[in-house]
């Protein structure tokens, strides 16, 4: 029994020493975000500079959101279609965000010529935004 007995501490000792360098072992890091490229319908050019954002570790930035199509009258929503209205323009556009927008944040330019500016139908293009 004395055997026994006298190799029980360093066995425990040597299963502390796994499971504390397991607990204070960092995980990976995550990937950097990437710019996720606009999806935008014929005629349409979606873009935001800087995407990705460098943010000052708050998690937020700020970037200009420019736009090119071939409808008359536009707006720049955020979300979804019918989402918070940002900007609101002509064909051609800039919009510049404070420093709000946050990972993953999605702008839709809409179509004012269509009957429903705010449905899905009068999606021009859709902008994901990164911030690393």
């Known amino acids: 029994m004395r055997g026994i007995a006298s190799s029980w501490p360093a066995r425990s000792l040597g299963l502390a020493v796994i499971v504390l360098a397991a607990a204070c072992s960092k995980p990976p890091p995550d990937p950097p975000a990437k710019a996720i490229p606009a999806k935008v319908v014929a005629?349409?050019?979606?873009?935001?500079?800087?995407?990705?954002?460098?943010?000052?570790?708050?998690?937020?930035?700020?970037?200009?959101?420019?736009?090119?199509?071939?409808?008359?009258?536009?707006?720049?929503?955020?979300?979804?279609?019918?989402?918070?209205?940002?900007?609101?323009?002509?064909?051609?556009?800039?919009?510049?965000?404070?420093?709000?927008?946050?990972?993953?944040?999605?702008?839709?330019?809409?179509?004012?010529?269509?009957?429903?500016?705010?449905?899905a139908n009068a999606t021009l293009g859709v902008l994901s935004i990164a911030v690393q």
């Open 43 to 119: 005629g349409t050019i979606l873009s935001a500079d800087p995407n990705p954002i460098l943010s000052d570790g708050s998690g937020l930035g700020e970037t200009t959101i420019t736009w090119s199509t071939n409808a008359s009258r536009t707006e720049l929503r955020i979300g979804s279609p019918n989402g918070k209205l940002f900007a609101d323009g002509g064909s051609k556009g800039l919009a510049r965000t404070g420093k709000w927008v946050s990972n993953g944040m999605t702008f839709y330019l809409q179509s004012k010529d269509s009957p429903d500016s705010t449905s």
